[in-house]
C-alpha cells in the first residue's frame, strides 16, 4: 500500500521561502501522477499543482502560478513544493496526494504538513 509522508512546513514571514518534500513509499514512484493541495480553517481544499510520471509536464492553480513550483526526483521517491514570496493567505494545512490514473479520485494522500505565514 502505497504512503505518503510530507515534511517542511512551519512558521514564515510575509515575503519568505519553504520548500515542501513528500517521500512515497511502497509502491512505484514513478507510477504516479503526483499533486499537492492544501486546506485552510473554514475553507474547501484547494488543488495547487500537480507532475506528471517522469515531470515532464506541470500544471499549477492560478492561485500559487509564477511562486510555487512543483518538481519530482524519481530515484528519491520525493516530490517537492518549492513555495516562495509567501503572503499570509497562504496559511493551510498542505498535502501531497498521489493518483494512478490520468484523471480522477487520488488514491493516496499524506497526512499534511502545516504551513503558517505571519504579517
Known amino acids: 500500500q502505497v504512503q505518503l509522508v510530507e515534511s517542511g512546513g512551519g512558521l514564515v514571514q510575509a515575503g519568505g521561502s519553504l520548500r515542501l518534500s513528500c517521500v512515497v513509499s511502497?509502491?512505484?514512484?514513478?507510477?504516479?501522477?503526483m499533486a499537492w493541495f492544501r486546506q485552510a480553517p473554514g475553507k474547501e481544499r484547494e488543488v495547487l499543482a500537480r507532475?506528471?510520471?517522469?515531470?515532464?509536464?506541470?500544471w499549477y492553480s492560478d492561485s500559487v502560478e509564477g511562486r510555487f513550483t512543483v518538481s519530482r526526483d524519481n530515484a528519491k521517491n520525493t516530490v517537492y513544493l518549492q513555495m516562495n514570496n509567501l503572503n499570509p493567505e497562504d496559511t493551510a494545512v498542505y498535502y501531497c496526494?498521489?493518483?494512478?490514473?490520468?484523471?480522477?479520485?487520488?488514491?493516496?494522500w499524506g497526512q499534511g504538513t502545516q504551513v503558517t505565514v505571519s504579517s
Open positions: 507532475i506528471s510520471w517522469k515531470g515532464s509536464s506541470t
Open positions: 511502497g509502491d512505484t514512484f514513478s507510477k504516479y501522477i
Open positions: 496526494a498521489a493518483r494512478l490514473r490520468t484523471t480522477g479520485e487520488y488514491d493516496a
